[in-house]
């Protein structure tokens, strides 16, 4: 029902900057709160940013919390992940998915796109 694909990801130096992009298909993205997951190699899938269905609210993990911003475009069924001053240890495959409320816990969200890779050179 609910298809998201990520794209955005690359190699950067350490201290640069990449825009990930989450486009979704489906009629209700804009009753969906948001959210941007990674997962590095042997590590679990954690949270790292969120964002409510009408865009009025973002959260975000203490890791990346001045460093990333979440944000939508409701028109064009879009979540974005601006990554500033990017750090060799925020290499990981990133993911968008969504839920029906807001959380940081990855159990709670219900569909999930193929990730795209974001690897941060020192």
Partial sequence: QVQL??????LVQA???LR???AASGRTFSRRN????????????????GITST???????????????I?????????????NSLKPEDTAVYYCADSIAAS????????WGQGTQVTVSS
Avoid: I
Avoid at 5 to 10: K, L, N, V
Avoid at 34 to 49: D, L, N, T
Avoid at 55 to 66: E, L
Avoid at 71 to 83: E, F, G, I
């Fill in 15 to 17: 201290g640069g900057s």
């Fill in 104 to 111: 940081r816990n990855r159990r709670e969200y219900d569909y």
């Fill in 34 to 49: 948001m959210g941007w997951f990674r997962q590095a190699p042997g590590k679990v899938r954690e949270f790292v940013a």
């Fill in 55 to 69: 865009g009025a609210n973002t959260y975000y993990a203490d890791s990346v919390k001045g460093r990333f911003t």
């Fill in 71 to 83: 944000s939508r475009d409701n028109a064009k069924n879009t979540v974005y992940l601006q990554m």
């Fill in 5 to 10: 694909a990520e794209s955005g990801g690359g």
């Fill in 20 to 22: 990930l992009s989450c």
